[in-house]
């Protein structure tokens, strides 16, 4: 779901476009200098499927994770259009009717084309800028793509919380967003990585790099 900006909010999202491009060219200058800024890891999921992190340090300030899903297997969607297909030959068997199989034919085209525009997503990115906020996109597998910016002064902390799924506990990363009107109270939670479902090992890994963040924001906003 897009978060649809005010005039404000738009003039703070091309603010932080024009972050991340300066963020991006000192990347390119500190690489030779300081080592490599980028790596990636292999993770799986609560299901047990392969995870790919990568890890992108502009800046002490500036910090990127991509978490890229598994692709869109062959051998399931071959599973699945010859299980519509054959269940409509069934049905043309009994009826004689040939707009069965052109229904069915118009049915798996369109379910894929809603899957893969509404559903499967490839990647998941979050980009956390502590002077200015938290952005999270979703790339899905059509090549749409789905942002949410969260301003850093509506953040009041990042934590690994727990949750039933599936008849067991998982873990899940959120955002704590403060209350307007009374900051010490958490207005909403904000789930993050909610497609892929990485397991906790790897949400350590981002949770570590998040709370370096915020207590670098909170350490340049207290200072005189």
């Known amino acids: 779901m ?3 900006l005010p005039e404000a909010g738009l003039e703070r999202a091309r603010r932080l476009g024009r972050a991340i491009a300066v963020e991006r060219r000192a990347v390119r200058c500190w690489r030779p200098s300081r080592g ?3 790596d990636e890891r292999s993770f799986s999921d609560i299901c047990g499927g392969r995870l790919a992190l990568q ?13 890229s899903c598994p692709r869109l297997s062959l051998r399931s969607l071959t599973a699945v259009t010859c299980t519509v297909w054959l269940a409509a030959y069934g049905l043309f068997t009994l009826c004689e009717n040939s707009m069965i199989l052109s229904a069915a034919i118009f049915i798996t085209l369109l379910g894929l084309l809603g899957y893969l525009h509404f559903v499967k997503i490839d990647q998941e990115t979050l980009l956390i800028i502590d002077s200015l906020g938290i ?3 979703s790339s899905y597998a059509s090549g749409k793509e789905s942002t949410t910016f969260i301003e850093m002064g509506k953040v009041k902390d990042i934590v690994i919380n727990e949750a039933i799924y599936m008849q067991k506990v998982i873990y899940y990363l959120c955002i704590l967003l403060k209350d307007p009107v009374e900051p010490h ?3 909403q939670v904000v789930p993050v990585f ?12 981002v949770y570590r790099s998040c709370q370096e963040i ?3 924001q909170k350490a340049t906003s207290t200072s005189p």
Do not use: N
Not at 55 to 67: A, D, N, Q
């Open 214 to 216: 915020l207590a670098h």
């Open 36 to 38: 490599i800024m980028e």
């Open 185 to 187: 109270r958490i207005s």
């Open 2 to 4: 897009v978060t649809r």
């Open 135 to 137: 952005q999270m996109t």
């Open 194 to 205: 909610q497609s892929a479902k990485p397991r906790l090992d790897c949400l350590i890994e």
């Open 55 to 67: 890890r992108r340090y502009y800046s002490p300030s500036c910090r990127e994770f991509c978490l």
